[in-house]
């Protein structure tokens, strides 16, 4: 069984709110969009409603068609979800491509579903949205930040004040490219398991520590947990949007 709660916030410096998320049936997203001038929004809501429309479309369908194969080293949630993010990468890419508005914009995403039948969650993300693990009182990030400041090979060559302006600066998002690159992975879910997406708007305004004991002081009320999680970036700056989505996995 799955608990489950989600809350965008627009921030204390932003006139728009481009992030977007969903929640619903096993299935969590969060994306950040980027682009400015409302472009950002578009692109945001764009990939998630793709990947909501394939996700939705490919549960339980023996004869759904895999537009961008089927790998066979993934599980069939693994396929759905490698398949869905890419459509919302073509989706946002034309797009962008359509008009001068939309020139330029893209979206982060950070996407799991979790098994009807197992206990098992499959996720991927792009960019610097991020999926996390609570387990047993600690606190484990799933996801790595496509961002340079990450990119192996800068890693000896850069300073700390270099490399803290880096990690704003994307390696990838959906919509930079007509085709994108992204792991897929399968994780085993025990009793209690809390399971954490959000956007930089969160990670980049409260430690990782603070995140924990915040979903540890709300452990039944997930609306309270992000509402906790929502004012405590807020407070100490709310440079950004800030979109949280958190689901518990009862075995």
């Not at 921030?11 to 709110?17: D, E």
């Not at 930040?145 to 090979?153: C, E, P």
């Not at 998002?173 to 879910?189: I, S």
């Amino acid at each position: 069984m799955i608990t489950s709660h989600g809350q965008t916030d627009r921030g204390q410096r932003r006139s728009l709110n481009e992030d977007a998320i969903f929640w619903d049936d096993g299935l969590f997203i969060v994306c950040d969009g980027l682009g400015g001038h409302k472009a950002g929004e578009v692109a945001s809501r764009l990939a998630i409603d793709s990947v909501v429309r394939f996700i939705e479309r490919s549960a339980g369908d023996a004869e759904i068609e895999w537009p961008y194969g089927f790998i066979r080293r993934l599980t069939v949630d693994g396929n759905r979800l490698h398949n869905a993010i890419k459509l919302a990468n073509g989706a946002v890419f034309r797009k962008a491509a359509s008009s001068k508005e939309y020139a330029g914009m893209g979206t982060t995403i950070a996407a799991a579903i979790v098994s009807r039948d197992q206990a098992q969650m499959t996720y991927a993300a792009v960019g610097d949205s991020r999926i996390y693990l609570v387990r047993r009182g600690r606190i484990t990030q799933l996801t790595s930040d496509d961002s340079w400041a990450n990119l192996s090979w800068k890693a000896d060559s850069m300073d700390e004040m270099t490399r803290a302006a880096m990690r704003h600066v994307l390696s990838k998002a959906l919509g930079a490219h007509e085709d994108v690159d992204f792991d897929v992975v399968a994780r085993g879910l025990k009793d209690e398991d809390l399971v954490l997406l959000c956007s930089d708007g969160l990670t980049n305004m409260v430690s990782d520590e603070r995140i924990l004991e915040i979903v540890s002081a709300q452990q039944t009320d997930f609306e309270a947990a992000c509402q906790a999680l929502v004012d405590e970036a807020n407070a100490q700056g709310g440079r950004d949007n800030i979109s949280v989505v958190l689901a518990k996995y009862r075995s």
